[in-house]
């Protein structure tokens, strides 16, 4: 036997094609994953070409064949076994515990290999801040920013299966440096203090460090954080603020770890609730009905929104995971929407700024199911005849399908699938025997998108 595999789009294929006996036999394929335990089974008549088409990717599978005759379905030994894969998974070299210093620039190439020389993309989670890899080569550079203890995982997959690798990479401070950098708040106030009416605030101002300021942070007294934009000018947007006192700490760090702050305590008041009108939002695309269907694994809305004062924010929220904000208000629309096979609740709120709230909700029935296309399908037969064989010559038009399936009757006995194979519109079937043989195609695996009976007799 020989073995041979493909890649499709929802499993792998092998194919497996052996000798023909010198009698007139029929073949039955045994699929396992061991030797000599078989767990599948399939006739496949005088065929000598068979292709499963469940492969899993990186599973190893074995196959044996056995003749059986075709006067009796007396059924001979199994053949000795083959094993192999549709597709191995790739292996990715760990390239060891790594030790580098901040401010200075580093690279470090991943060796990843395909048994199948399929072609290979790479990510790495956990990299030190400053370092980059580039997913096409598996190359990674930068030049480190923050002294730590990094533990990086890095991938290598070749679209289906994926071989990771775990290591240490220690980013150590330049020797030397014990001056810690200064950090200044000059907007919206220099001052210590500060009032505002707004839930969040922005703040600016500068840094400096005998070396280098590495990265400028901020936290909040009561529970929240984050990463300012820039470093010796600096930046922080939208920092929330809870009602009463809010003291907000801004850090700057340099290379060695060094550290230097500055705080702003701001009091925030709450405008007293005036607006009790709640604004109205409706889905206007794909639909405006309460339902839709689709075979799309996305789907993107837009609609309209409406306030006495004005809408704030149009959110959604999928009830089978997901959720987001909407771009625009009184038009607004959404980037496309992941969903899940069956019925999906979307649901759409608009919010205004006294936080008064609406909805609208479309449900949203999503199928993968496919249905063979429907055709009508004229087949012919014709008996051909030599000194010593005799075959029956198959023609078909109009089949819209890649593949089909054909089937023989044999003297009246139920149809059987005899071999799966490409659309040409023709196909030679060997005979043994006299007899009346009936025959049939279908699409790849239906039983109901198919031909005419078309019968010779030899």
Not at 6 to 17: K, N, P, V, Y
Not at 102 to 118: A, C, I, K
Not at 180 to 203: C, E, F, G, H, K
Not at 260 to 273: E, F, I, R
Request: charged share 10%.
């Amino acid at each position: 036997m020989v073995l041979g595999a493909a890649r499709q789009a929802a499993a792998d294929t092998i194919t497996l094609e052996w000798d023909p006996s010198t009698e007139s036999v029929g073949y039955k394929v045994h699929v396992g994953l061991q030797a000599g335990s078989y767990t599948q089974h399939f006739d496949v008549g005088s065929a000598t070409l068979f292709a499963y088409t469940n492969a899993t990717a990186g599973q190893r599978y074995c196959f044996a064949v056995s003749a059986y005759l075709l006067s009796s379905r007396l059924e001979g030994p199994a053949s000795e076994a083959v094993c192999g894969y549709s597709n191995a998974p790739p292996t990715l070299v760990n390239p060891g515990s790594r030790s580098s210093t901040t401010g200075q620039s580093v690279t470090l190439q991943l060796q990843g290999s395909d048994p199948d020389l399929q072609p290979l993309t790479y990510s790495a989670t956990g990299l030190p801040p400053g370092l980059t890899l580039m997913g096409s080569t598996g190359f990674i550079s930068g030049t480190g920013t923050t002294a730590g203890t990094y533990s990086v995982t890095a991938r290598a997959s070749d679209g289906q299966l994926t071989a990771s690798q775990t290591f240490t990479w220690t980013m150590t401070a330049p020797a030397g440096d014990a001056t810690r950098p200064t950090i200044s708040i000059a907007s919206p106030t220099a001052n210590s203090t500060y009032s505002t009416t707004s839930a969040s605030i922005n703040l600016s101002g500068s840094a400096s460090d005998n070396v280098g300021v590495v990265q400028v942070r901020w936290a909040t007294d009561r529970g929240s954080s984050g990463v300012a934009g820039g470093t010796t000018s600096w930046s922080a947007s939208s920092i929330p603020l809870l009602d009463g006192s809010n003291v907000i700490t801004i850090t700057a760090v340099d290379a060695a770890g060094n550290q230097g702050t500055d705080s702003l305590t701001v009091t925030y008041t709450a405008p007293a609730p005036a607006d009790t009108t709640r604004p109205t939002v409706s889905i206007g695309s794909p639909t405006a009905n309460s339902s839709y269907s689709t075979t799309t694994a996305s789907l993107a809305l837009s609609g309209s929104a409406a306030d006495n004062v004005g809408v704030m924010q149009v959110r959604w929220v999928n009830d089978r995971g997901g959720n987001g904000v909407a771009a625009g208000t009184a038009n607004w629309s959404t980037t496309a929407i992941p969903l899940v096979t069956g019925s999906n609740v979307i649901t759409v709120t608009a919010v205004d700024a006294a936080g008064n709230q609406s909805t609208d909700s479309l449900t949203v029935t999503y199928s993968t199911a496919t249905t063979p296309p429907p055709a009508t399908v004229t087949l012919t037969a014709d008996t051909r005849k030599a000194a010593k064989w005799r075959s029956t010559r198959l023609s078909w038009a109009n089949a819209p399908w890649a593949s089909v399936d054909v089937y023989r009757s044999t003297s009246g006995g139920p149809l059987l699938r005899i071999t799966t194979t490409s659309n040409t519109g023709a196909y030679t079937d060997p005979i043994f025997n006299k007899g009346t043989y009936s025959y049939q195609i279908c699409a790849q695996g239906s039983t109901t998108s198919c031909s005419n009976t078309a019968t010779v007799f030899f």
